[in-house]
């Protein structure tokens, strides 16, 4: 692993991440996020930039794994950010991510080069509101997102059922 340091870090000031992604951080290496899109129990959605969590070793993960994983993946956009984000929607999951997930058919695949937008754009097509959703509201409050975005193809809405931490809500009684 390399460490590195992230003065501008809210929480996550120092990381340690596989060697083979220093080439990324140097810019010598392409990065392609390719998520799926669902719901997710902390996050709200598990998108582009969220992706990111997969580049810590495992057993740093825990860290900083609670209610400030927001500040975490949007501390990880200073370390890098995809090249590009390829957000596979042919067939979403919505739930309790990471519990297991229901299947929802979207048939659609989001591209970009900017994971912030990406992840924007598609949370608006899950239905839900990205400016209500905290790990958006942390990227965009840090500069990362991109005002002046231009969108091409389709972005109409599948709703998916938003994950719920609670064992009190209507779908879980019914089903148990």
Known sequence: VVRYMLPKAEVMKEIFIPDTLDEVVCG???????????????????????????????FLRERNHSYLINKKLADLLYLFRPDLTVIDGIIGGEGNTPAPVDPVRVGKIIVSNNSVEADRITTKMMGFNPDENELMMEAKK???????????????????????????????????
């Open 142 to 176: 840090r500069g990362f997102g991109d005002d002046n975005v231009e969108i091409i193809g389709d972005t109409s809405v599948t709703r998916f059922r938003p994950a719920i931490a609670s064992f009190m809500d209507e779908k879980t009684a019914r089903e148990f």
């Open 28 to 58: 010598n290496a392409f990065y392609i996020s390719v998520p799926k899109m669902k719901t997710n129990l902390y996050t709200g959605v598990t998108l582009g930039f969220k992706n990111a969590m997969g580049t810590i070793p495992y």
